[in-house]
């Protein structure tokens, strides 16, 4: 006997009814499938008249939202209010049509020197590697002490940094034998967000300030250096921990940095350049000592010159990522790029 045949016997009625029952049951379970949010139809009601939502938001400013904040904004915002009559069918395909939030953008900051050109005197090195960005900021202290801080290595969310500005204490000086730093202080925070690969916005105890790539000779930061440059960032002696040097080459000029302590302890910086290279692998010049300039919070004023040589610099590079660098008492030590 078939379904046919069993259904069309009159005495099977009360069979035929349960068939029914069961048919709507299973075509109903299947209806919800068909039903599930429709993505192309929320973007047909996003966009056209009968949503209209377009005429007031673009989709990426509405991604992520739920179907209550939907309704909640069209029982809560008068000019949505006419926008009741869309059905939770609409409201849901509509949320299925603006969908999760994009990830934010990524942007890798370029390696080497940022500034802000209308407060020279102070400044930074800064450096990603992998999704991590190590950065150090040198400026001055209210007595106009040279200072400086280091942040990270930390992780970057998209286009956005966000560490704290820690003061190494007790480290070596620029003459004397190794020894570690004694302790730190948490001197704030900060948060750096990259607009491009070359400008930025800081956010810190000192407020907001705009940075951009340092040009050592003009256009210099946007130039690609030749092969064989030795690479722009941060290098150390891994057996001399906690003293950092901020290199970078432009056209064949260097601008040198060396993060470290003076004799009591306090962090202090040394410059050197910019200055052209005797050759392309060989560097010399003089540390120069900065004072009285900019402090983390106060108001702009320029730097000056403390001391025009603080000691003799001389690197001599061996392959792009190492080199010898002859300290001022005539110590050389090996340098590479440091790894984080
Ligand atoms: C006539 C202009 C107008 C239309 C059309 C409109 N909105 Fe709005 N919407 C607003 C205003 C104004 C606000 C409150 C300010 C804001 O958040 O931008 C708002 C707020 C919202 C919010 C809450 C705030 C937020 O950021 O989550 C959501 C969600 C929203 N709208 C989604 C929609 C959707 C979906 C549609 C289409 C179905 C739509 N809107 C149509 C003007 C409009």
Redesign the pocket.
Do not use: D, N
């Given at each position: 006997m078939t379904l046919q045949t069993l259904c069309n016997m009159p005495q099977l009625a009360h069979v035929r009814q349960f068939l029914f029952l069961a048919i709507i049951a299973v075509s109903g379970s299947f209806n919800s499938v068909a039903v599930a949010a429709d993505a192309v139809n929320g973007g047909i009601?996003?966009n056209g008249p009968k949503?209209?939502?377009i005429?007031?938001?673009t989709q990426s400013s509405?991604a992520n939202?739920t179907a209550e904040?939907?309704n909640s904004?069209i029982a809560n915002?008068s000019?949505?209010n006419s926008?009741s009559t869309?059905t939770q069918a609409n409201i849901n395909d509509?949320v299925a049509y603006l969908g999760p939030a994009q990830p934010p953008a990524v942007v890798t900051p370029q390696t080497g020197w940022w500034w802000n050109p209308s407060e020279g005197g102070r400044g930074f090195t800064i450096e990603k590697q992998g999704n991590n960005i190590f950065m150090a900021d040198y400026l001055y202290e209210p007595a106009g002490r040279a200072t400086w801080h280091a942040s990270g290595p930390s992780a970057t969310n998209g286009s956005t940094f966000t560490s704290t500005l820690t003061t190494y204490l007790g480290g070596q000086t620029l003459t004397g034998s190794f020894h570690s730093t004694t302790g730190t202080i948490n001197s704030g925070d900060i948060s750096v967000t990259f607009t491009d690969v070359s400008h930025g916005t800081i956010s810190w105890p000192g407020g907001i300030v705009a940075i951009q790539r340092f040009d050592i000779v003009p256009g210099g930061a946007s130039a690609i250096p030749p092969a064989g440059t030795p690479e722009a960032g941060w290098w150390w002696n891994p057996a001399e921990g906690g003293r950092g040097f901020s290199i970078e080459i432009q056209n064949g000029t260097m601008f040198l940095a060396g993060y470290m302590y003076d004799q009591s302890g306090n962090p202090v910086w040394y410059a050197s350049g910019p200055k052209a290279m005797l050759d392309t692998t060989t560097y010399q010049g003089q540390w120069q000592q900065y004072g009285n300039g900019q402090t983390l919070t106060g108001l702009y004023k320029p730097a000056s010159v403390i001391n025009q040589n603080a000691g003799n610099v001389k690197i001599k590079f061996n392959t792009t990522t190492t080199g010898t660098l002859t300290l001022p008492d005539g110590r050389d030590i090996s340098i590479e790029r440091f790894r984080f």
């Open positions: 009601l996003f949503g209209r939502c005429a007031c938001h509405r939202r904040q939907i904004a915002v000019s949505m926008l869309l509509i």
